[in-house]
């Protein structure tokens, strides 16, 4: 991209200006705390660089001045007296003891360059593992941290990758990129533009668009289009907003959407209603998924899902007959165990009724720099590179995506094999209380390394778990940043406002770390010169970036038409084959299914019915909800005023049945472990047999020595470690338990 390319809107006032006692500041809203989002706000601070008060920016063509209440209460959340605001360190003999000792920047450091350093000699620097949260902006600084320091091992503690990677991974793998829904938030005049078509019906498959807000999709463009008379069909349990007003609601059974998709694949291919000629011209493996498909009549794939058969039909159809058709989809397709071929049968819907890299449809996403994957991979030593944890797994991991497994991270830091791991870095994760499936395990594993430091904004039940050297992190109120990796397609500006404590950015803090471990790869004197850095490709400076942004890219349509898909330059897609592969090549050779195919999640009623007879009912978990972004938040009043306590929703009618009453606390238990939780007691869960939870709870008001009670509190005692066959995917979303009451003084 040339600096001469890029779309900009005029603005009716700079970046920053005076309005009153204000000085108001425009920028990007994204994390820390935790949003995938980015949106346009104004930020408000008084006379002494105090953040009074945040709106949203009416000039942002993707958020239009609307904002979600965590956005809204970032005064709280920046000036919350529990924020961490310096450096803290503990004997590592008093870990998991609230005996912290504040320490200078300098002294921190010092103290994880001679421990790192140390392990580094001793045992080779891929015995230190570098941990990143969801939803942060630190993919290029943590994983260019990793790197340099000589690690191959970046990633998380999440199962599986089973966030956003699996259908990356799998539509990476079999079309060459990644697709997402045109909504026409790649152009400034959004659903006015000229070229853009709106879709006819979309697809809202295992996603809650209102309140996650996920992946650089605004939730609220739902209901814009549907106000502008585009159909909806929502694949969700439970009866959520959006689902209330579909046309056309399917309340699916948690983790057998691969199961829905193939029966609707069933009926579009036997009627002969999909696109034909985009099949002839584009795609590869028809027949072999017409075969295959068979095995998936409606009627059967009604039995699965426990979604009546003539509402699948229908579907079906709705979806053959739009011209063009969208897809919003989200965490449900990831957090089942074979997420890869869910994804994979998802997709074909929409590829073979021809709604890819078309107005309205489906498109590869238009970045500026495509550095969410990480960035600095020339650094690691070549020697490095086969020591990466799980790749000679889970071939998949050799797709362009540079993470270790979580999965055999866990196993290794158990067992010593291939090697031991002596260190972590985690950086603005909370991995028990969040994504470690089985958080004692998770526990268990990482207190055997030898030296920990964690980032983050808060105390957390990790933090206080874990680790020995703690550094207090900035909020994107403090930091000055950029936007414009992840999927977005618009080039936007994070602005410091405020200074709280000694709080630092994650990237000044890696920089400062950078520094001191491999100084050739940190040449920069400020975070700001990085972003230039990673900025040169377009053509801007930061600081010129700022006064423009937000910058769009100029978006055009049918490029596997005209040759801009492939390196080649030739018409088609970046596959061996040059087509969309419904057979994969790929998975082929990596000893997978080609096809898509559906697997009953292990345990469930159907393929572990003694068990279910024991713990009756499917759970699901993981559902955002609108104060808390995963385990964060718990200490902000507000936002913990609107969902006080971790809930269970049940159906009225299981409820009357268990002898159980509205707002009772209760044990939620399986084979793997319980955790106490609050019923809430709703009609949303169509099905009684389905029950839906909170997850990732602790208390801030708990005991600190006993991590803030996340091991009474968090569902994740009822998850296990269990990837699928390709390595991504885990079944977070689907599993079975049985509800019972607390006995006198639980």
């Not at 949003?35 to 958020?63: A, F, I, Q, R, S």
């Not at 691969?258 to 009926?267: I, K």
Request: net charge negative; charged share 25%.
């Amino acid at each position: 991209m040339e600096k001469s390319e890029g779309i900009t809107i005029p603005h009716e006032k700079p970046w920053r200006y005076e309005e009153g006692e204000y000085t108001v500041t425009r920028g990007s809203a994204w994390s820390g705390p935790g949003c995938h989002l980015g949106c346009g706000v104004l930020m408000y601070t008084d006379k002494d660089g105090k953040l009074v008060k945040v709106e949203g920016d009416p000039e942002n063509p993707m958020t239009d001045g609307r904002l979600c209440v965590r956005c809204l209460d970032m005064p709280e959340i920046v000036n919350h007296k529990d924020r961490l605001t310096y450096p803290m360190k503990r004997a590592r003999a008093d870990r998991g003891k609230n005996r912290w000792e504040r320490v200078s920047w300098d002294e921190a450091y010092d103290i994880v360059e001679r421990e790192f350093n140390a392990i580094k000699d001793r045992y080779g620097a891929e015995s230190v593992v570098f941990i990143h949260g969801t939803g942060r902006d630190i993919a290029p600084w943590q994983s260019r941290l990793c790197w340099s320091f000589g690690s191959p091992n970046y990633g998380n503690v999440l199962s599986g990758n089973a966030c956003y990677l699996p259908r990356v991974a799998g539509m990476a793998a079999t079309t060459g990129s990644f697709w997402i829904a045109d909504v026409a938030q790649h152009f400034p005049d959004r659903f006015d533009h000229e070229g853009w078509t709106m879709p006819e019906v979309m697809f809202v498959w295992g996603n809650n668009p209102l309140i996650a807000n996920s992946d650089g999709f605004f939730g609220h463009w739902v209901i814009d289009l549907m106000k502008r008379g585009m159909k909806t069909v929502v694949i969700d349990p439970r009866v959520t907003f959006l689902a209330a007003k579909a046309d056309l609601h399917l309340p699916i059974r948690p983790g057998t959407d691969a199961a829905l998709a193939l029966g609707m694949l069933n009926v579009i291919i036997n009627e002969e209603i999909y696109d034909k000629e985009f099949v002839d011209c584009w795609c590869y493996g028809f027949d072999e998924l017409k075969e295959r498909v068979q095995e998936y009549p409606a009627g059967r794939v009604a039995e699965i899902t426990w979604i009546p058969e003539d509402k699948i039909v229908r579907a079906a159809r709705m979806l053959a007959a739009a011209k063009p058709a969208t897809l919003q989809w989200g965490l449900a397709i990831d957090m089942t165990r074979e997420a890869i071929p869910a994804g994979q049968a998802i997709a074909a819907l929409f590829q073979i009724t021809g709604n890819i890299d078309c107005p309205g449809g489906l498109v590869p996403p238009a970045e500026i720099m495509a550095y969410s994957g990480g960035w600095g991979r020339d650094l690691l030593p070549p020697e490095q590179e086969p020591k990466r944890l799980g790749l000679d797994r889970y071939r998949l991991l050799q797709m362009g995506f540079k993470q270790s497994s979580p999965d055999v991270l866990i196993e290794t830091m158990e067992t010593g094999v291939p090697y031991e791991i002596h260190g972590a870095h985690f950086q603005t994760t909370n991995g028990i209380a969040c994504m470690g499936a089985d958080p004692h395990r998770v526990y268990n594993a990482f207190n055997k390394c030898d030296f920990i430091v964690s980032v983050d904004l808060f105390m957390t039940p990790t933090i206080m778990a874990l680790a020995d050297v703690v550094l207090p992190a900035a909020t994107f109120a403090e930091r000055n940043g950029i936007r414009v990796g992840d999927g977005p397609q618009r080039g936007e500006v994070i602005n410091k406002v405020t200074q709280i404590g000694e709080c630092k950015s994650d990237m000044q803090i890696n920089l400062e770390l950078g520094k001191r471990f491999n100084p050739e790869a940190w040449p920069w004197e400020k975070p700001e010169e990085m972003f230039t850095e990673l900025l040169k490709p377009t053509g801007y400076s930061w600081e010129e970036l700022r006064e423009e942004a937000p910058v769009y890219l100029p978006v055009e349509y049918y490029k596997y038409k005209t040759g801009k898909m492939r390196n080649d330059g030739q018409p088609g897609f970046q596959t061996a084959t040059g087509r969309i592969e419904l057979w994969s090549t790929f998975y082929n050779a990596a000893e997978l299914d080609p096809l898509p195919y559906f697997e009953e999640p292990d345990p469930g009623p159907g393929s572990t019915p003694e068990l279910f007879e024991q713990y009756p009912l499917v759970l699901t978990t993981g559902a955002r909800n609108w104060s808390y972004f995963h385990s964060e938040h718990r200490q902000i009043e507000r936002l913990r005023r609107m969902h006080p306590d971790p809930i269970v929703q049940v159906h009225p009618d299981k409820l009357a049945e268990l002898g159980m009453e509205d707002g009772e606390w209760v044990w939620i238990e399986n084979q793997n472990g319980r955790a106490k939780i609050k019923i809430e007691s709703t009609p949303i869960l169509t099905d009684p047999r389905i029950v839906a939870c909170d997850h990732a709870w602790w208390r801030p008001e708990g005991d600190p020595e006993k991590f803030f009670d996340v091991f009474e509190y968090n569902i994740n005692n009822l998850m296990v470690y269990s990837p699928g066959k390709s390595g991504f995917g885990s079944n977070y979303k689907t599993s079975i338990c049985r509800l019972y009451k607390l006995e006198d003084g639980e």
